[in-house]
């Protein structure tokens, strides 16, 4: 059975940090493509930042480039989302997703997700 838990959201002020995790099972992690996506309230889902599971290629949302720092630790199968300079703007319920292929069918798992509030 796959599960993706997130953990680190938290209550942070304004320029404040937070990193995020996503700890992965029952799925290949190191063949996985994972993302961060966030949900803010009345919003869709949007995605914040992704890494490749080959050579471990990133980007990032306009919103987050320079702040946002996405990571992977194939050893413990573990994404992480390192955020700096945190903005209110930025205050949302951050999900992780593993999306790769196994047999010849895509797969695509999302976590149950993790609230960050970026307040004063």
């Known amino acids: 059975q796959v599960q993706l838990v997130e953990s680190g959201g938290g209550l942070v002020q304004p320029g404040g940090s937070l990193r995020l995790s996503c700890a992965t099972s029952g799925l290949t992690f190191s063949t996985a493509a994972m993302s961060w996506y966030r949900q803010a309230p009345g919003r869709e889902r949007e995605l914040v930042a992704e890494?490749?599971?080959?050579?471990?290629?990133?980007m990032y949302a306009d919103s987050v480039k320079g702040r946002f720092t996405i990571s992977r630790d194939n050893a413990q199968n573990t994404v992480y989302l390192q955020m700096n300079s945190l903005k209110p703007e930025d205050t949302a319920v951050y999900y992780c997703?593993?999306?790769?292929?196994?047999?010849?069918?895509?797969?695509?798992?999302w976590g149950q997700g993790t609230q960050v509030t970026v307040s004063s």
């Open positions: 890494i490749g599971s080959v050579g471990g290629s990133t």
């Open positions: 997703r593993a999306k790769g292929w196994r047999l010849g069918m895509e797969y695509e798992y």
